[in-house]
């Protein structure tokens, strides 16, 4: 029996049993944990409290054998809070589904449980921070989330120079297949013409520029918004189921 500790944002939870939980967690120094809760459906669990989807926890988990994630699922036996970002994000619709599909988001790009991504983990827990403080628009929050996950998993669209051949942009040209914008001689089927407004947004998103996405009028949002979950799409080659339900700008 080994005892391990670290710190996680849980994604989800599921029934199991009278009164227990499975919980799935991105942890720091673990990757995308499943462990069993016990006992924490009961009504007087303030232990259960802690471990709701957004809370960012400090966890223990008792495993059988040397490794955390094996043949049989551990036991989360304590959880500490470090910050209840679901207090301020469940409140609000337009906070919680942008925040549930952040959740979805990092559970598809952390598909090997055990395998730690500390890169996917800090930009969980910064996204989730920055949508419980209400500072920007919700959709933006998580547009900007989405693209730095496709960022860290290899998936950085460009949305200046071509993604083919490297042309400085602005190029006015997008294809999902090559990767972002791309020049006329590089255009391919299906490539569409985006307005330089919504291309310019999505760029500010992906370098952390708020100034200028904050400014952006609710025509480019919601166009550089489809433009986001389209290329996303694509390469997780099927869809977010949370994000049919994302309020659009």
């Known amino acids: 029996m080994s005892l391990f500790r670290d710190d996680g944002i849980v994604l989800r939870t599921q029934k199991l049993g009278e009164a227990d939980r499975i919980i799935t967690m991105l942890t720091r120094g673990q990757g995308r944990v499943r462990a069993v ?3 924490v459906r009961r ?10 989807p957004f809370s960012h ?3 223990q988990f008792y ?3 040397s490794a955390l994630v094996g043949r049989s699922l551990p036991l989360c036996t304590q959880a ?3 910050a209840p970002y679901g207090r301020h994000i469940v409140s609000d619709y337009a906070r919680y589904t942008a925040g549930t599909a952040m959740l979805e988001t990092a559970e598809r790009f952390t598909d090997h449980e055990g395998e730690p991504n500390v890169q996917q983990y800090l930009l969980l827990v910064g996204g989730l921070r920055t949508l419980a403080a209400g500072a920007h628009a919700p959709g933006l ?3 900007a989330f ?4 496709l960022a860290v998993g290899g998936y950085a669209p460009s949305f200046e120079d071509c993604a083919k051949c490297g042309l400085p942009g602005p190029n006015r040209f997008f294809s999902l297949a090559a990767g972002g914008s791309v020049c006329g001689d590089c255009r391919v089927p299906g490539s569409v013409v985006p307005s330089p407004e919504a291309l310019r947004l999505l760029g500010a998103l992906l370098t952390g520029d708020w100034e200028t996405a904050d400014r952006a009028e609710a025509r480019h949002v919601r166009e550089g918004s489809g433009l986001v979950s389209a290329y996303l799409h694509w390469h ?4 977010l189921r949370s994000l049919r339900f994302v309020e659009k700008g």
């Open 37 to 39: 809760a016990r006992g």
């Open 43 to 52: 009504t007087k669990s303030k232990f259960g409290a802690r471990l709701e």
């Open 57 to 59: 926890v400090d966890v």
């Open 63 to 65: 495993a059988r054998g």
């Open 80 to 82: 500490e809070t470090i």
């Open 141 to 143: 929050v998580l547009d």
């Open 146 to 149: 989405l693209l730095r996950s």
């Open 236 to 239: 997780l080659e099927r869809g």
